[in-house]
T-cell receptor, first 113, second 115 residues
Framework: KNQVEQSPQSLIILEGKNCTLQ??????????LRWYKQDTGRGPVSLTI???SENTKSNGRYTATLDADTKQSSLHITASQLSDSASYIC????????????WGAGTKLIIKP | DAGITQSPRYKITETGRQVTLMCHQT?????MFWYRQDLGHGLRLIYY???????DKGEVPDGYVVSRSKTENFPLTLESATRSQTSVYFC??????????????FGPGTRLTVT
């Protein structure tokens, strides 16, 4: 069964610190992997999309990595800010489907001043 | 520049009632999607549409009906609401499907409570 699992479920860090969120997936065949940020009470917003051939992608202070061999991805946040408090969701697309996205349950990140 | 909007933002209804959630996008995107989000779970696809008058079931379609007579609108109807349909509903649109790495853009969500 295609699954996406994220860890940790929740994380609290101090403002200015770095953190790394993990994503493991069993989706096959693989098409692409996305990271979304979801603020409380809002819809998800895309941070990065990576295909099979990409192993690193950055968007400002967010850097996503992908190891397609081990089926793992990580999202690294540098110099965290209070506005980074949100849920971060890993989403994997199945290659043979033109609509099917497999969503992780998300990591809830809280940045404390 | 509205993007993608949903209405209502909040809705309380009684078991057995019919309720329609509205979704409107201004980008002329071909694909539109309805998801539900429940605490502790990832988003689950209810229905999607590849173009006007083309709709198909997602992962959890039972109890829901959709239509797409115009490209920009994609209403979701709960024909006879049940308590298990209490959830946050998100509409999304995309220039293409997930296969081609196109981004999905999400609306603000509708929080539906069925009593």
């Amino acid at each position: 069964k295609n699954q996406v699992e994220q860890s940790p479920q929740s994380l609290i860090i101090l403002e200015g610190k770095n953190c790394t969120l993990q994503c493991n997936y069993t989706v096959s065949p693989f098409s692409n992997l996305r990271w979304y940020k979801q603020d409380t009470g809002r819809g998800p917003v895309s941070l990065t999309i990576m295909t099979f051939s990409e192993n690193t992608k950055s968007n400002g202070r967010y850097t996503a990595t992908l190891d397609a061999d081990t089926k793992q991805s990580s999202l690294h946040i540098t110099a965290s800010q209070l506005s980074d408090s949100a849920s971060y969701i890993c989403v994997v697309s199945e290659r043979d489907s033109n609509y099917q996205l497999i969503w992780g349950a998300g990591t809830k990140l809280i940045i404390k001043p | 520049d509205a993007g993608i909007t949903q209405s209502p933002r909040y809705k309380i209804t009684e078991t057995g009632r019919q309720v329609t959630l509205m979704c409107h996008q201004t980008w002329s995107h071909s694909y539109m999607f309805w998801y539900r989000q429940d605490l502790g779970h990832g988003l689950r696809l209810i229905y999607y549409s590849a173009a006007a008058d083309i709709t198909d079931k997602g992962e959890v379609p039972d109890g829901y009906v959709v239509s797409r007579s115009k490209t920009e609108n994609f209403p979701l109807t709960l024909e006879s609401a049940t308590r298990s349909q209490t959830s946050v509903y998100f509409c999304a649109s995309s220039a293409s499907g997930g296969l081609l790495s196109y981004e999905q853009y999400f609306g603000p969500g509708t929080r539906l409570t069925v009593t």
